[in-house]
């Protein structure tokens, strides 16, 4: 099993920016790759940004250029960049990681262990 935690979520002003960390524990040899993933209220989750363990990312179209994903594979952990932020990235952003190797999920159903998600939220 994999442990995963969130933190670094908050209240930001739009324009503004924050840093989202998750931390792997347990069973992190098995992990291929990381992605963070986020739900609005009264909407669907959907994919932010994955990273892999050879350094691939991927971005949604969304963030592209505001938002950067990172790692640190000596901690296991996973950073999100957030910058510019807008009152539409407002979310429950979750943390994930996926066993297989040789693919950069961008569905929900390709990950295979969650955090319990942080609140971000951007005022206008």
């Known amino acids: 099993q994999v442990q995963l935690v969130e933190s670094g979520g908050g209240l930001v002003q739009a324009g503004g920016s924050l840093r989202l960390s998750c931390a792997a524990s347990?069973?992190?040899?098995?992990?291929?790759?990381m992605g963070w993933f986020r739900q609005a209220p009264g909407k669907e989750r959907e994919f932010v940004s994955a990273?892999?363990?050879?350094?691939?990312?991927i971005y949604a179209d969304s963030v592209k250029g505001r938002f950067s994903i990172s790692r640190n594979s000596a901690r296991n952990t996973v950073y999100l960049e957030m910058n510019s932020l807008k009152p539409e990235d407002t979310a429950v952003y979750y943390c994930?990681?996926?066993?297989?190797?040789?693919?950069?999920?961008?569905?929900?159903?390709?990950?295979?262990?969650w955090g319990q998600g942080t609140q971000v939220t951007v005022s206008s």
């Open positions: 994930a990681a996926d066993r297989d190797r040789g693919r950069l999920g961008t569905t929900s159903a390709s990950y295979d262990y």
């Open positions: 347990g069973r992190t040899f098995s992990i291929y790759a």
């Open positions: 990273i892999s363990w050879s350094d691939g990312n």
